[in-house]
């Protein structure tokens, strides 16, 4: 199974000033060995994240990549492995297709790995982490972490998965 993860609130904690660098790149809890149980277990890890902070010039490129290179070490260090992470650089007003919850990042994801939409997982926390997932057909998991308890409430109406934190998806999935 592919297994797309949102990167913050789903794998650390989310900051509403952006996540600027490897310093404030802190794991939630259970993430990281969540992780290594999900790729131990023969399932392919990748991450999709909008990153929007980049072309905000609220840090660089090279920062991102060194933010990233501590994530991918600390999955490493439980025995797991995290195959690529993608990432959208770009602003909302940049109006690009592959800021979530446009469906270009997981279109991309689907063509590189050449999987259908019925093999792959969008594990998030968010309404257009929802929303990316309907876009491509695949199947969407709600995490309670980062905006998951205020997304649970925003859609009520439809019959989601959802667990406390990544963690626990691990019990069904590892």
């Known amino acids: 199974?592919?297994?797309?993860?949102d990167r913050d609130g789903v794998?650390?904690?989310?900051?509403?000033?952006?996540?600027?660098?490897?310093?404030?790149?802190?794991?939630?809890?259970?993430?990281?060995?969540?992780?290594?149980?999900?790729?131990?277990?023969?399932n392919t890890i990748v991450i999709a994240t909008n990153q929007s902070g980049v072309n905000r010039g609220l840090f660089s490129l090279k920062t991102l990549e060194k933010?990233?290179?501590?994530?991918i070490r600390a999955v490493e260090s439980f025995g797991g492995k995290i195959t690529k992470i993608y990432f959208c650089p770009h602003a909302p007003?940049?109006?690009?297709?592959?800021?979530?919850?446009?469906?270009?990042?997981?279109?991309?994801?689907?063509?590189?790995f050449t999987v259908k939409n019925t093999e792959m997982i969008y594990v998030g926390d968010s309404v257009k982490d929802f929303e990316v997932a309907q876009a491509v057909?695949?199947?969407?998991?709600?995490?309670?972490?980062?905006?998951?308890?205020?997304?649970e409430k925003q859609l009520t109406k439809i019959k989601?998965?959802?667990?406390?934190?990544?963690?626990a998806v691990t019990q069904h999935f590892a």
């Open 137 to 151: 057909g695949c199947k969407f998991i709600l995490v309670r972490t980062g905006n998951g308890k205020k997304t």
């Open 160 to 167: 989601l998965p959802v667990f406390e934190n990544l963690l």
């Open 1 to 5: 199974m592919l297994i797309i993860l």
């Open 67 to 71: 933010i990233h290179e501590k994530l």
């Open 11 to 42: 794998i650390n904690f989310d900051s509403v000033d952006y996540v600027k660098s490897p310093d404030e790149w802190i794991p939630i809890p259970g993430s990281i060995e969540a992780i290594a149980q999900l790729s131990k277990a023969g």
């Open 93 to 112: 007003d940049e109006n690009c297709h592959c800021r979530k919850p446009k469906p270009g990042m997981l279109q991309q994801i689907q063509k590189d």
